[in-house]
């Protein structure tokens, strides 16, 4: 394993929690260690010949526009500098990735791989004995908390049921890691859009792979009887959870009408009054932000739809913090279309719907990769510094095995 190859990992296992010591939570001279490493990746791999991918050719036209558009609407100086260098470490990322040799992707691969498969399980059984506790919704629950976990759960299938070859082994892991999860939804914490990117992963892959592959049918049968049997026996916390999702669809198909909206949980409904917020703000601004978006580091008010009007809490700035609360400025909707369209507008939405959709029609439908990078793009992007270097990181990967030709392990 090469160089590169160890500080993909080093990042990688550092993005476990964001609590305790980490290259993400280190500052050094005041400054988190993370943008030195940035840095440093910037200056070392750019002097050679660099090949970009072509797709965020437009992204990278438009990238000072939306700079200079943050800084207009910026919510503060400082985060409109560090949303600014979140976008740019997902652009220095994917081209950095995309750069490499098929043998270096392809150790990356393997590392991602192993993570989902091995070390994230182990890392988090360890948070059992080392977790904190966090009143959550009225429920205390231990957890070492990082959106980066998600990907686990969107991942976890794909790489088992396409990623790995034998039958026998496909069985013993399916058997180690819905023990795992049972364990994760009992004792630890699993995030509602964790949920609903795993359904979308499963959803995708029955109709793109299984519909070749019969005969893996009955492990997705048999995945969907034990998963009933292990939401049952869920803490308080996740059947909290699972019942906002449920509660929330069951709002939309019956009855989506803004004077009812009060009937559903407290979480998706903040989530529906920022969209609904973000999506006025954005119309009234003119069509520049409509198109652009409102730039890196810009907020957005509820003056459209009051959250106080609604009912909605915020418990323990879970949602937002307490600075963004006070000022009625805020700067980080949650989930990717909430985040985007703040951000970068019409284009950058359609921008990543034309990525999502390029992919699935041109990369080979026997790569798991394609099923956990989509799902975990349109629900995560939006999660913090550890999302963007590795959603950059897997769309390189993506987009080079189109030049190759060659199959992720």
Same mark, same amino acid.
């Given at each position: 394993?090469?160089?590169?190859?160890?500080?993909?990992?080093?990042?990688?296992?550092? @993005?476990?929690?964001?609590?305790?010591?980490?290259?993400?939570?280190? %500052?050094?001279?005041?400054?988190?260690?993370?943008?030195?490493?940035?840095?440093?990746?910037?200056?070392?791999?750019?002097?050679?010949?660099?090949?970009?991918?072509?797709?965020?050719?437009?992204?990278?036209?438009?990238?000072?526009?939306?700079?200079?558009?943050?800084?207009?609407?910026?919510?503060?100086?400082?985060?409109?500098?560090?949303?600014?260098?979140?976008?740019?470490?997902? *652009?220095?990322?994917?081209?950095?990735?995309?750069?490499? @040799? *098929?043998?270096?992707?392809?150790?990356?691969?393997?590392?991602?791989?192993?993570?989902?498969?091995?070390?994230?399980?182990?890392?988090?059984?360890?948070?059992?004995?080392?977790?904190?506790?966090?009143?959550?919704?009225?429920?205390?629950?231990?957890?070492?908390?990082?959106?980066?976990?998600?990907?686990?759960?969107?991942?976890?299938?794909?790489?088992?049921?396409?990623?790995?070859?034998?039958?026998?082994?496909?069985?013993?892991?399916?058997?180690?890691?819905?023990?795992?999860?049972?364990?994760?939804?009992?004792?630890?914490?699993?995030?509602?859009?964790?949920?609903?990117?795993?359904?979308?992963?499963?959803?995708?892959?029955?109709?793109?792979?299984?519909?070749?592959?019969?005969?893996?049918?009955?492990?997705?049968?048999?995945?969907?009887?034990?998963?009933?049997?292990?939401?049952?026996?869920?803490?308080?916390?996740?059947?909290?959870?699972?019942?906002?999702?449920?509660?929330?669809?069951?709002?939309?198909?019956?009855?989506?009408? *803004?004077?009812?909206?009060? %009937?559903?949980?407290?979480?998706?409904?903040?989530?529906?009054?920022?969209?609904?917020?973000?999506?006025?703000?954005?119309?009234?601004?003119?069509?520049?932000?409509?198109?652009?978006?409102?730039?890196?580091?810009?907020?957005?008010?509820?003056?459209?739809?009051?959250?106080?009007?609604?009912?909605?809490?915020?418990?323990?700035?879970?949602?937002? @913090?307490?600075?963004?609360?006070? *000022?009625?400025?805020?700067?980080?909707?949650?989930?990717?279309?909430?985040?985007?369209?703040?951000?970068?507008?019409?284009?950058?939405?359609?921008?990543?719907?034309?990525?999502?959709?390029?992919?699935?029609?041109?990369?080979?439908?026997?790569?798991?990769?394609?099923?956990?990078?989509?799902?975990?793009?349109?629900?995560?992007?939006?999660?913090?510094?550890?999302?963007?270097?590795?959603?950059?990181?897997?769309?390189?990967?993506?987009?080079?095995?189109?030049?190759?030709?060659?199959?992720?392990?």
């Amino acid at each position: 394993m090469g160089k590169k190859e160890l500080l993909f990992a080093f990042l990688l296992l550092q @993005s476990y929690h964001s609590e305790g010591i980490s290259v993400y939570t280190t %500052n050094f001279l005041g400054i988190s260690f993370i943008y030195f490493i940035l840095l440093f990746i910037l200056v070392y791999e750019f002097h050679d010949k660099v090949y970009f991918p072509k797709i965020l050719i437009t992204f990278t036209i438009l990238f000072p526009a939306r700079v200079m558009l943050g800084f207009y609407y910026k919510i503060d100086t400082f985060s409109w500098i560090v949303e600014t260098i979140l976008f740019f470490a997902f *652009l220095i990322f994917c081209v950095t990735v995309y750069n490499y @040799s *098929l043998f270096q992707r392809d150790n990356l691969v393997r590392i991602l791989k192993n993570y989902v498969l091995y070390y994230f399980p182990y890392l988090t059984l360890i948070s059992l004995f080392f977790a904190s506790e966090i009143d959550y919704s009225g429920k205390f629950v231990p957890y070492y908390f990082d959106e980066f976990s998600g990907f686990y759960i969107i991942s976890i299938f794909p790489i088992i049921l396409i990623g790995t070859k034998k039958i026998y082994e496909k069985s013993i892991l399916l058997i180690i890691h819905l023990l795992f999860i049972y364990i994760q939804l009992t004792y630890l914490y699993v995030g509602s859009f964790a949920l609903i990117g795993l359904i979308l992963t499963l959803i995708t892959m029955m109709f793109l792979y299984f519909k070749k592959h019969l005969k893996y049918l009955f492990l997705v049968g048999a995945l969907i009887l034990v998963s009933g049997y292990v939401l049952k026996d869920s803490n308080n916390f996740v059947k909290f959870k699972i019942a906002q999702v449920s509660e929330s669809f069951k709002f939309f198909i019956d009855s989506p009408s *803004l004077n009812k909206i009060k %009937n559903i949980p407290n979480s998706p409904r903040t989530r529906i009054i920022e969209y609904l917020n973000i999506q006025s703000e954005i119309y009234e601004s003119g069509p520049l932000t409509f198109l652009m978006g409102k730039g890196f580091g810009s907020y957005f008010t509820d003056k459209n739809y009051s959250f106080n009007e609604y009912e909605v809490v915020f418990h323990n700035n879970s949602a937002f @913090s307490e600075k963004e609360i006070t *000022l009625n400025k805020f700067s980080r909707p949650h989930n990717t279309f909430f985040y985007m369209p703040l951000k970068l507008g019409f284009f950058g939405v359609s921008g990543i719907i034309i990525i999502v959709m390029f992919l699935f029609v041109k990369v080979d439908k026997d790569n798991w990769m394609l099923y956990s990078f989509t799902s975990y793009i349109l629900i995560f992007f939006d999660s913090g510094i550890k999302s963007f270097i590795f959603v950059g990181c897997m769309m390189a990967i993506l987009l080079k095995t189109l030049n190759t030709g060659n199959k992720i392990g």
